[in-house]
């Protein structure tokens, strides 16, 4: 397999790819599919670390729409992507991947505590650092963990591996004339609310001029594709 482009990337799995086509829940199936591929491109010297998203078993948001205190809401949110964060590991190590999970709210039992220089340390030696719970704050996203974990982990890209396979003008799935766009900038992404990332993240991205490639997770080699830089998806960066 070529080298990849990137040296070091984050990327960003929702947690409804771990939920398959149950669309609720982890389907170890489900993870299997993506896992071998990310093994792949670990081993080809690509340094990587995951975010993992939570929303196949919570969101806090979600919850306070039915009446839920919203931060305690978002807790229950930041410890389903603790488990999801699990679910990962055991099917990158089921792939011979090194891994690490890092949480950002302390669960020593479990997994080791985020810290910087540590993930750092672990990616030098080749592991893959799997960040859980969000960025360890209520009122924020997994979206905007990524961003945050990218920029303090001095990570080239963000990978956003989704269900469509990239930026589009409008809903692909509701509109039959949308057109996929190959970059976008990052104001327009906000100011059309392209539905990329959340705003936080993208003004993240943006303020520190980190691409964000949105690509297709379930077609097969993407992963590895994106990693040697390969015009798939679609790429926000630049503008003003
Ligand atoms: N969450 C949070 N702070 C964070 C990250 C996540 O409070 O820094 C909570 C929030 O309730 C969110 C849930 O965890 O809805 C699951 O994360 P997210 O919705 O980002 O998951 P995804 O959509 O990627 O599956």
Redesign the pocket.
């Known amino acids: 397999m070529s080298k990849a482009r990137y040296n070091r990337v984050l990327l960003k799995l ?3 790819a771990l939920a398959g086509g149950q669309g609720f829940g982890i389907e170890p199936e489900a993870i299997g599919q993506f896992a071998k591929e990310i093994a792949d491109v670990a081993a080809t010297g690509l340094q990587l670390a995951l975010v993992i ?4 078993i ?4 979600a919850a306070s729409a039915k009446g839920m205190d919203r931060a305690q ?3 229950m ?2 410890l ?2 603790v488990m999801n964060a699990l679910a990962v590991q055991d099917a990158l190590e089921k792939n011979g991947c090194d891994t690490r999970v890092m949480t950002a709210l302390s669960m020593a039992d479990v997994a080791e505590p985020y810290i910087r220089r540590r993930a750092l340390r672990h990616m030098d030696k080749g592991r893959v650092v799997i960040c859980a719970a ?12 990524a961003a945050l974990r990218a920029l303090e982990l001095k990570c080239d890209a963000i990978f956003k591996a989704t269900k469509v396979d990239g930026v589009y003008d409008k809903d692909p799935a509701k509109f039959d004339d949308a057109v996929k766009y190959d970059t976008v900038s990052y104001m327009e992404t906000l100011e059309k609310r392209l539905g990329v990332m959340d705003s936080t993240a993208i003004s993240m991205a943006r303020d520190n001029d980190l691409p964000i490639i949105v690509f297709n997770l379930y077609e097969e080699g993407n992963i590895r594709k994106a990693a040697n830089g390969e015009p798939i998806g679609t790429t926000v960066q630049g503008g003003d």
């Open positions: 929702s947690g409804e998203g939570g929303g196949n919570f969101r806090g948001m809401g978002d807790y949110g930041m389903a992507t969000g960025t360890g704050n209520p009122y924020f996203t997994t979206d905007s963990a």
